[in-house]
């Protein structure tokens, strides 16, 4: 839930770490630190507040020199973020200096342990009583950094990414992980290290992602020395070559990363496709899925479990699974499948859905999932990350770094891998005619032009956005495989704007909620002509006689709803189980402008993170 980065080299650290934790700020905003080593001691800096704060604090504090050093951004659990709670902290004989993304469970015992052999903590942090520890070993042994390192993480309880060095060998960096990602790039005699590959890809596309349970002593001019934190075995580092550019990281000249993305879903989804859907063929090719075949089509059901926006388009996939598979799908909460002692063996089939692939509730689910037996499956986005190494097999979206913490292109990307697998299955299963199969191949290929279509209501989203951003309470309403579409909907603005948003099904409504309305409620429905299209109507009817406001978004052409509503917005038509790809546009772009007429800090919203690798 903390950005890290460390650079050993060459060049001047500083930089280096700044645009470094620049980049990583999306994983937590509340403070911030860096610690160089400049050839005779540690300039420390380190403050409350965003990356910003550091820069100007840095520059009134120290001279940044050196070509050593490590950084990090932070999101607190322990301790509230103010300057002494930041990271990097020192040990108490100010030798050691560390970063640390994670939490360490037992740092109570381990404190209680370590200030009754007279050590002093001048934070509320378990990362204090972590580098102390590591301070206590050395002192009571002849062990080097990178040991100390290696006894003190198998006394430690929790999940760490961390990153150590000691003043008195000055010449590496200790990294180890457990449970939250660690990347190293690799370059011509210089090292980085980093939360992910954003932070040095303008340097070097090789990196070596650390296994949970790895650590690594990263010295200048020899190779990369990792190993097993347990079981003490050598382990030959994998370097991996990147794919993704810097282009693909930087805003490209929108205002923020979120409008970025949600600009970005046509090719996003194409990208997600591509390879995958062989129209020529008329076929559907997921390695991933052929695979495994017998173990979902003998599946007894599928559970999906996931968090936050991966939830919804798990729930968008459940309605799309059991029409065209008719397999039985139940759609959990990480966070509660994996505490609820859940009914699951290997006859089931589980599928993880997660953008970053790191969300601690999200990853233990799936290690209780495996040790029941159940086969696992992941759809994630980031390429390496914890998840898609935990999975069984899976296949990721491909929608390329998402940087705004509302999630946007992540949500469509999945729907669409989904779908995808859903098809497949399907064509294998026998539950769809060769005709159908083939009109939902040419349709999904339509599919990025309509989002593109569908963008074009940008300057209509914000015009209804000036209308109802002082609004304190929003409705979201949908039915069928739009009501998870609402849910979104509702969660994009109260995430970015933090006005109090819910999403219901649109028949639910009165069953409470159309208590709540009254002239000042905006309700946006989903009102696309299918199936329930007339009980949607006769919804709007109800809210309309409330004297609520409607925002409609309705297939192209509709009049119906445009005599009642107060706006509408149009998206093309397209087959109903594809609808939320489109649907959900509108609302991406209407909360969006909302928070941006607020003046609220769209891309870091308050308290959120983008992975939120804590239970
Ligand atoms: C919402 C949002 C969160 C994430 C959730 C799961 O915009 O970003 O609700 O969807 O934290 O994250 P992943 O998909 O990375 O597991």
Redesign the pocket.
Known sequence: MCGIVGYIGHRDAYPVILKGLQRLEYRGYDSAGIALYDGSEIKLSKTKGKVADLEAKVSEQINPVGSLGIGHTRWATHGVPNDVNSHPHFSNSGDLVIIHNGIIENYATLKEELIKRGYKFSSDTDTEVLVNLIEDIQKNSDLKLGKAVQVALNQVVGAYAIAVFDIKKPNEIVVARLGSPLAIGVGENEFFIASDASPFIEYTNNAVYLEDEEMAVIRLHKPLNVRNIKDDRIVSPYVQELKINLEQIEKGGYDHFMLKEIFEQPNAIKDTYRGRLLIDEGIIKMAGVEDNMGKFLNANRIIII?????WHAGLVAEYIIEDLVRIPVEVEYASEFRYRNPVINENDVVIA???????AD?LAAIKLAKEKGAFVFGVCNVVGSSISRETHAGAYTHAGPEIG???TK?FTTQITVLTLIALRLAKAKGTMSNTDFRRHLVELETIPEKVAATLKSDALAKEIAAIYKDAKNFLYLGRGFNFPVALEGA??LK?ISYIHAEGYPAAEMKHGPIALIDENMPIAVIATKYGHYEKVVSNIQEIKSRKGKIIAVVTKGDTQVRDIADHVIEVPETLELLSPLLTTIPLQLLSYHIAVMLDRNVDQPRNLA???TVE
């Open positions: 996931a968090c936050g926006t991966s859905i997660s953008q970053s692939g790191e969300t999200t913490v509302a999630s992540a969660l994009k995430e983008k992975s939120v």
